[in-house]
Each structure stands twice: as structure tokens, then as C-alpha cells.
């Protein structure tokens, strides 16, 4: 079999890794290389990395929409299936056209709940207690195709968007291979309907989403931190300067307003609306990541030091 991988970041590489090792695959597809940092230093994706060590053929358009060269490309190789985890961009009707049994997503949701680019922030932002993968056929609309399987895991609460992700790869890699060995045993996709009624979305985070508005519950801001880490990072001020906060707990009862900075045995608590959190990693815009007691012990906390 001819079988066309798609996508980018590690749960990704997660994902073709097992395709490649067990049933093998023909082409990669990966987003372009893309500077990164001040130094606009380029950087392969994970993705693209596996594929090089494997020797892969890598296919990195800069669009899909309307590119026939890659659509003639794509074609070319006549593949049985095309399988995406995590590509970041909806395919067209030409492209899933082109395989013999269609184009198979690996999503990092349990669909229809958390369609579309952000699945495990959103999990993590709401305070699930459980998400899961959902393997399902790919149609034009953003992961609404029919489902052919699920896999479920617990939310633990220390868990962040990393540590989540690479869970969800785990069981990802589990459930593809589940697939295919059944459809290389029958020959047949059974798939179903997705209810749409219950479906919500699970748009792009980005760094307003993830300022913290610390009148609301510790609840909501712990998770908002959960689910902004490692990007973009849970943001708020300090004497006018952005301040990013990348690890919480929460630690007792509030006593005093929203925001309210205290320093008790040198450590840094913070007021919510119903509680206070001990701060356990932050950084100063610029600089480099500290823990909570480091911060506190090297600034001024006097009763008007916010966070706002």
C-alpha cells in the first residue's frame, strides 16, 4: 500500500512514527519551515525531522488551496490512504479525493466536542476531568466527518498542555494502529455520524485569550494557566510590565482584593475572587523563568502591590 502521512508538530510525529514503523508510509506533507525567535533561526518541525531520519520523500507547499503542482503531486503517487494529525489546515475536495479509502484524521478530541485548531488547550482552559482521540473520516468541513473510534483519558490536575499532549499521543498512536490493522484484516471502515448538536469549537489561542482576569474563581485561572503552557503563557501586569505565570496551586482561603500580591514564609500567593494561589513558576517579560519564591524575595510587596 501507498499511504500519504500530513502534519507537523509532535503529536504528529508521534502519529507517523507508529504509521511508518508498523504499516509504513510513502510521502510526508509538513507545513513550511518557519524562523523562529529573535534570531529568526529556522527550525524543521518535529514532523519533518522523523521524516529526514527516515528518508522519507517531504512535501512542505506553502498553500494547498488552488496549488495544482501539488495536487498533480499528490496524485502522482495514487495513495490508499492519507493520514493527518495535526497538520493545521483544512483540505480541499481535490485533495481528499485523491485516495483510494479516503483521508483519516487523527484528532485530539473526543468529537464533536473541540472541533477545530485548539482541542487540548480548551480541554485544559474548561476544566475537563476527560478527553480522549477520536479517529474519523475526513470530509470538507472542520473535523466533522463520520467517527470510526474513540479512545478516553482522565485529565490529572497537574497536568498542562505539554504533558496532556503527549498523553494523547500515546493513546492516538494506539488508536491509528487499531485501525488500520482492522482494515487491512476486513477491508471495510465503519464509521458513524457525528451528532452535531452536541459539537462546540476549539478556535486558536492566542495571547489575549490568555491574559488573566483575576476577579474571576482560582478554578478558572489555574486552568486558563494549565491550558496556556508552553504557549502562549498565562499573561498579567506588575507595575506596568507584562508578567507570564506558568505554574499555580491552589492554597487556601482569600483575604484580600483580586490581584492582591502577599509574601508569607517567602512564598507568593496571589488573591482570586474566591481563593488565593501560590505562584510556583512566573517570569519577567525578557527574562528567564523563576520560581515563586525568587520573584517575591526580589521585589517590594507593600499592601498596593497588583497584579491587574
Not at 12 to 29: A, P, Q
Not at 68 to 84: C, G, Q
Not at 119 to 136: F, Q, R
Request: charged letters at 25%; a positive charge.
Amino acid at each position: 500500500m501507498k499511504n500519504i502521512f500530513m502534519g507537523t508538530p509532535y503529536f504528529g510525529k508521534e502519529i507517523l512514527k507508529k504509521l511508518h514503523t508498523d504499516f509504513s508510509i510513502h510521502t510526508v506533507v509538513c507545513q513550511p519551515d518557519k524562523p523562529v525567535g529573535r534570531k529568526k533561526e529556522i527550525i524543521y518541525s518535529e514532523v519533518k525531522n522523523y521524516a529526514l531520519e527516515e528518508n522519507l520523500r517531504i512535501l512542505q507547499p506553502e498553500k494547498i488551496k488552488n496549488n495544482v503542482s501539488f495536487l498533480n503531486e499528490l496524485k502522482a503517487i495514487n495513495p490508499d490512504f492519507i493520514f493527518v494529525a495535526a497538520y493545521g489546515k483544512i483540505l480541499t475536495k481535490d485533495i481528499l479525493n485523491i485516495p483510494k479509502f479516503g483521508c483519516i484524521n487523527v484528532h485530539s478530541s473526543l468529537l464533536p466536542k473541540y472541533r477545530g485548531a485548539a482541542p487540548i488547550n480548551w480541554a485544559l482552559i474548561n476544566g475537563d476531568k476527560e478527553t480522549g482521540v477520536t479517529i474519523m473520516e475526513m470530509d470538507e468541513g472542520m473535523d466533522t466527518g463520520n467517527i470510526i473510534l474513540s479512545k478516553k483519558i482522565s485529565i490529572e490536575e497537574g497536568d498542562n498542555v505539554l504533558s496532556l499532549t503527549e498523553k494523547l499521543a500515546t493513546i492516538g498512536c494506539d488508536a491509528i494502529g487499531e485501525f488500520f490493522k482492522k482494515f487491512l484484516e476486513t477491508g471495510c471502515i465503519n464509521s458513524k455520524p457525528q451528532d452535531n448538536s452536541l459539537a462546540s469549537v476549539a478556535p486558536k489561542i492566542d495571547k489575549e485569550i490568555s491574559k488573566i482576569d483575576w476577579n474571576k474563581n482560582s478554578f478558572d485561572i489555574l486552568n486558563l494557566i494549565r491550558g496556556s503552557n508552553p504557549w502562549p503563557g498565562a499573561t498579567t501586569t506588575l507595575f506596568k510590565s507584562k508578567v507570564t505565570i506558568w505554574e499555580a496551586q491552589e492554597a487556601g482561603p482569600v483575604l484580600a482584593k483580586p490581584g492582591s500580591i502577599k509574601k508569607i514564609d517567602k512564598k507568593m500567593f496571589v488573591s482570586c475572587k474566591d481563593k488565593e494561589i501560590e505562584i510556583i513558576k512566573i517570569q519577567k517579560s525578557g527574562k528567564n523563568t523563576m520560581d515563586g519564591k525568587s520573584f517575591i524575595n526580589g521585589i517590594t510587596v507593600s499592601e498596593h502591590a497588583l497584579f491587574n
